[in-house]
């Protein structure tokens, strides 16, 4: 029955992703870009992994879309159609896209128990992680400690992409005060 669940969640969100790529009212394709994002919340909880589905549902459907309607309210909601078809952009997202799949082709099967992460990384963080850190809860020992660059990282992706959006409108803003 989740197997059945799961294809159709991905195949609507395969038809979600082509249909923004399609779309040309912009105000459509940030509503589907929300949605898109929920359904990926979603299927990160089926997924097990529920802190990458709060981390999806917060900022992909809730702030991203937020942002999104309010840049589109200080500009036009109708995209500029491009006058040429550009090739070369669909070579480097095939390119780009191929070398990803490459990527993965080493990988351990999907729920391997004998995976890496099963037989060695899982263990020590959960025998030795409140001994090593004096953390109590394993999740947030890894995610503060074990993790902490790699949290730092997506901290600092966010707050750089915040920096942006307020630069954004700053400089709007300040045209429409010149006008």
């Known amino acids: 029955m989740t197997e059945i669940l799961d294809i159709a969640l991905l195949s609507f969100m395969i038809v979600l992703a082509i249909a923004v790529s399609r779309m040309h009212n912009l105000f459509m394709a940030a509503m589907m870009m929300g949605i898109f994002s929920f359904l990926a919340a979603i299927v990160f909880t089926l997924l097990d992994a529920v802190d990458v589905a709060f981390t999806e549902a917060a900022v992909g459907a ?32 095939l390119i780009t896209g191929s070398a990803l799949i490459y990527g993965t082709l080493d990988m ?44 730092l990282g997506e901290v600092a992706v966010i707050f750089t992409a915040g920096i942006g959006v307020i630069l954004l409108l700053g400089h709007i803003w300040r045209k429409e005060d010149e006008q």
Do not use: C, W
Not at 114 to 137: C, D, F, L, Q, W
Not at 138 to 150: F, K, N, Q, W
């Open 108 to 151: 351990p099967m999907f729920g391997d128990p004998n995976a890496p992460v099963h037989t060695h990384v899982a263990n020590r963080y959960i025998e030795k992680s409140g001994e090593e850190m004096g953390i109590p809860n394993i999740v947030t020992s890894v995610l503060a400690s074990y993790r902490g660059y790699d949290t």
């Open 62 to 93: 809730g702030v991203s879309t937020v942002l999104l309607l309010g840049t589109l309210s200080l500009t036009t909601r109708a995209e500029k159609v491009a006058q040429k078809n550009n090739a070369l952009a669909l070579l480097v997202v």
